[in-house]
Nanobody, 117 residues
């Protein structure tokens, strides 16, 4: 059974930075995809960024140029470096692990990010 645990959230002023981590445990299969999603109060969960086990990345337009996704396969950990944070980035951030080509996968419990203006 795979478990994902996010950490690194907190309260930061607009323009500041945070680094989120997502640590995976259990049997991690090859050819996988790790992703960050976020959900703001009263809104649907939205996709933020993706990184494959081969290192390919993709970002939502709203975070492109400000956020950087990375992973350490040896540590089974994914990261999200968030710079130039805006109040609209305030949300619970979730990580997800799935197989390439799959839609369902494993989710973490989420970590709260709050950006004050």
């Amino acid at each position: 059974q795979v478990q994902l645990v996010e950490s690194g959230g907190g309260l930061v002023q607009a323009g500041g930075s945070l680094r989120l981590s997502c640590a995976a445990s259990g049997s991690i299969f090859g050819g996988n995809v790790m992703e960050w999603y976020r959900q703001a109060p009263g809104k649907q969960r939205e996709w933020v960024a993706t990184i494959t086990s081969f290192g390919s990345t993709n970002y939502a337009d709203s975070v492109k140029g400000r956020f950087t996704i990375s992973r350490d396969n040896g540590k089974k950990t994914m990261y999200l470096q968030m710079n130039s944070l805006k109040p609209e980035d305030t949300a619970v951030y979730y990580c997800k692990l799935r197989s390439i080509g799959a839609t369902s996968g494993y989710w973490g419990q989420g970590t709260q990010v709050t950006v004050s203006s």
